[in-house]
């Protein structure tokens, strides 16, 4: 009788066991699912020295005669660099070319 | 006793057996999934796009005169040809669409736009970013920039790039 009962406990801690790791590794596989949707390379996660498109728009900055228009385009320009529009750091791209360009 | 001992170390056995394989099925199903998933670089690809479309468009600030010339837009220019891009994929079907739209200062509205490649992706791209589950559908960016024409005046430019590719890049 004893040896029975302790023939149940025993097996009941492997049953139990087994159901932990199942648990463990089904938990593993879903987080493993979740993690490869999470592959996604975005443009901006890499810090960059160069932004073209940006600079097509500073040197047309400095192209502009008309003083008004271009106070306008530097003011759109500046807020679109506070929104995070553009890639590379505006303000000391902004500062080379107008030591180049004036 | 000893027959019985050597039974339960058998059951043992082969429940250890069953275990190991469990764990090593999980663990290749883990790194599949993982591993066989691709990387999306598609909203790499659609600012590589754009670069290419901006530079062909313009150059230190002025408009191309094969674009823009004596305040007229030229119908006949190409993204395709002028600005020396391919969509040709190993896909049968058309994976990419771009839109140039050229507009006044203080306008809305646009006065000149061309474009190259499966139009009906740009309606994708509100689907896309409205509903999470079709997120993936298209990857579409779009940026503007400033330029100047031959008589001095300004326009902005706003070019959209629209890839599709979901197959390469979505599981």
Redesign the interface.
């Known amino acids: 009788m004893l040896n029975k009962k302790a023939q149940i406990g025993e097996t009941m801690t492997w049953v139990v066991a087994t159901l932990i790791i199942i648990v463990l590794l089904s938990i593993s596989i879903y987080a493993a699912t979740l993690l490869a949707k999470t592959k996604i390379i975005h443009y901006g996660d890499e810090s960059r020295t160069q932004d073209i498109v940006m600079e097509k728009s500073l040197f047309a900055y400095f192209q502009i005669k008309d003083l008004g228009v271009r106070e306008k385009i530097g003011n759109d320009l500046s807020s679109g660099a506070e929104q995070g529009e553009f890639y590379a750091d505006f303000d000391s791209k902004l500062k080379k070319l107008k030591a180049y360009l004036g | 006793m000893k027959i019985n001992n050597r039974g339960t170390e058998k059951i043992l056995s082969v429940?250890w057996f069953a275990?190991l394989i469990?764990?090593a099925g999980?663990i290749v199903?883990?790194?599949s999934?993982?591993y066989?998933?691709?990387?999306?670089?598609r909203?790499?690809e659609?600012?590589i796009m754009?670069?290419q479309v901006?530079?062909c468009l313009?150059e230190?600030?002025?408009l191309n005169q094969e674009m823009v010339f004596n305040n007229s837009f030229n119908e006949e220019f190409s993204i395709l040809s002028n600005c020396e891009i391919t969509f040709e994929t190993e896909l049968a079907e058309e994976q990419y669409y771009a839109e140039i739209n050229f507009y006044e200062?203080d306008s809305e509205e646009s006065i000149f736009m061309t474009s190259a490649g499966f139009p009906n992706f740009k309606a994708d791209c509100e689907i896309a970013k409205g509903e999470k589950e079709y997120e993936r559908l298209v990857k579409c960016?779009d940026?503007?920039?400033?330029?100047?024409d031959d008589l001095?005046k300004?326009y902005k430019i706003n070019?959209l790039s629209v890839i599709r590719k979901t197959e390469k890049n979505v599981?």
Do not use: C, H, Q, T
């Open positions: 429940y275990i469990i764990i999980a199903a883990m790194v999934l993982f066989g998933s691709p990387y999306d670089v909203e790499i659609a600012n754009i670069n901006s530079d313009a230190d600030g002025k200062l960016v940026r503007d920039f400033y330029s100047v001095n300004v070019v599981k």
